[in-house]
C-alpha cells in the first residue's frame, strides 16, 4: 500500500505521522519513505536514525515535484509499503503524492486555521481523484488536546464536510517532539505509554 501524509498546512503533524507509519510498515515488510518536503525533515529524521542505529528502518529517499510520482512509482514497485511524507504549500508535490498514494491521510489540528487550510487540501484532493480514483482519503486528529470543546468543535465540522474521519487520535504529546530529533519513534523511546498506544490505535485504523 502506498500511503501519503498531506495538507497545504505546515507543522500539523504530517512527518511525525509519516515516520511512525514508516517504522510500523517496516516491521512487516520492505518499507520505503518518501521525502517529498523541500525542508526534508524526514530525511533529517532518517539521517539521526542512522546515528542511533534503531533498526528497522524505511529506506528513505527524498523527490521533489513530479519526480515524487514518476520516480516515486517506479521506486515503489520495489517495496511492500510505500510512506510519503508531502511538503505543505508546494502543490505540485502535493499533487503528485496525490497521484502516487492509494491512501492519503491528511494530519489536522484543532482549530480555525486548520479548519480553514482543509478547504484547501481538499479542493486538491477533489481534483487528485478525477485523475487517481482509488484515492482514499483519511482525516487524523493530531496535537490535540481533547479535555478542551476545540475537539468536538472539529470533529462536527470534519463530520459536516462529509470527510472520513479515523477515530484514532494523536495528542499534543512532549514525547512526539522529542523522539524525532533522536530518530526514532514513541516505541523505541518508551518514555511515554499513551503515545504508543495512540500510534498503535492509529496503525491498527489505517492499515485496514
Ligand atoms: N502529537 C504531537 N505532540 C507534540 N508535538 C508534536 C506532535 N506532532 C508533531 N509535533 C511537533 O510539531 C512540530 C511540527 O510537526 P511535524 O510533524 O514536523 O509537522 P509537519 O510535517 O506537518 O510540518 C514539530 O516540532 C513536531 O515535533
Ligand atoms: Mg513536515
Redesign the pocket.
Known amino acids: 500500500m502506498i500511503f501519503a501524509c498531506v495538507n497545504t498546512k505546515?507543522g500539523v503533524g504530517?512527518?511525525t505521522t509519516a515516520v511512525h507509519l514508516a517504522v510500523m510498515l517496516a516491521k512487516q515488510g520492505r518499507t520505503l519513505l518518501i521525502d517529498g518536503?523541500p525542508?526534508a525533515?524526514?530525511a533529517s529524521w532518517a539521517a539521526w536514525r542512522v546515528e542511533t542505529n534503531l533498526d528497522p528502518s524505511p529506506v528513505t529517499v527524498c523527490l521533489h515535484e513530479k519526480a515524487i510520482f514518476s520516480e516515486g512509482k517506479e521506486l515503489a514497485e520495489g517495496f511492500d509499503h510505500t510512506v510519503v511524507?508531502a511538503?505543505?504549500r508546494d502543490t505540485t508535490g502535493l499533487r503528485s503524492s496525490l497521484l502516487l498514494a492509494e491512501r492519503a491521510i491528511i494530519p489536522v489540528g484543532a482549530s480555525q486555521l486548520d479548519a480553514a487550510a482543509l478547504t484547501d487540501v481538499m479542493s486538491i484532493v477533489d481534483l487528485a481523484k478525477d485523475y487517481n480514483p482509488r484515492l482514499d482519503v483519511r482525516v487524523l486528529l493530531t496535537r490535540v488536546d481533547p479535555r478542551t470543546k476545540d475537539m468536538a468543535e472539529m470533529l462536527d465540522f470534519l463530520k459536516g464536510q462529509g470527510l472520513k474521519i479515523l477515530s484514532a487520535i494523536v495528542c499534543e504529546r512532549v514525547a512526539f517532539r522529542r523522539v524525532i530529533g533522536e530518530g526514532g519513534t514513541v516505541h523505541e523511546m518508551k518514555k511515554d505509554p499513551s503515545a504508543i498506544q495512540e500510534m498503535d490505535a492509529f496503525f491498527q485504523e489505517v492499515t485496514q
Open positions: 505546515g504530517k512527518t518536503d525542508q525533515s524526514a511524507d511538503g505543505g
